[in-house]
């Protein structure tokens, strides 16, 4: 069986992380603030927007047929599908761009000066 050293895994642990400068890659851990994510950045919230529309809604109806009203989890699945259907991509393509991930028409114009 073969073991890992601590110098020959610092060696390895090095080249793999230049390995990753080369390829330039972006990664955003887990706990980053909602000014790197998207996704915290509105994309999630109006979609939760929706499902409490869509919830209620739900409710309401039964509330009046005076039906018991027993939300399972097929019809939560199937009101966040009905839910993220209605987030519009201009909503996604802003929460990114808020994010910095896209660039405006100004700052491209302003990129393409410079060249």
């Known amino acids: ?13 090095k080249d793999w992380d ?9 990664y955003l851990p887990p706990n980053t603030t909602a000014a790197f994510q998207p996704c915290d950045q509105g994309i999630i919230q109006n979609s939760k927007v929706h499902y409490s529309r869509h ?6 109806t039964a509330l009046d047929s ?8 097929l019809m ?4 966040l599908r009905r ?3 209605e987030v519009k991509p201009e ?4 929460c990114f761009r808020k994010a910095g ?3 405006t028409v100004e700052s491209m114009e302003q990129t393409n000066e410079k060249c």
């Not at 230049?18 to 972006?26: G, Q, T």
């Not at 005076?66 to 989890?73: G, N, Q």
């Not at 909503?91 to 802003?94: I, P, Q, S």
Request: cysteine-free; hydrophobic content about 50%; aromatic content about 14%.
């Open 83 to 85: 839910s993220w259907a």
């Open 55 to 60: 919830l209620l809604r739900e409710r309401i």
């Open 101 to 103: 991930f896209i660039k």
């Open 18 to 26: 230049r390995k990753l400068k080369r390829d330039n890659r972006k």
């Open 66 to 73: 005076k039906l018991e009203y027993k939300l399972d989890l």
């Open 1 to 13: 069986m073969k073991y890992f050293s601590a110098d020959l895994f610092e060696a390895w642990l």
């Open 76 to 79: 939560a699945l199937h009101l």
């Open 91 to 94: 909503t996604v393509a802003n």
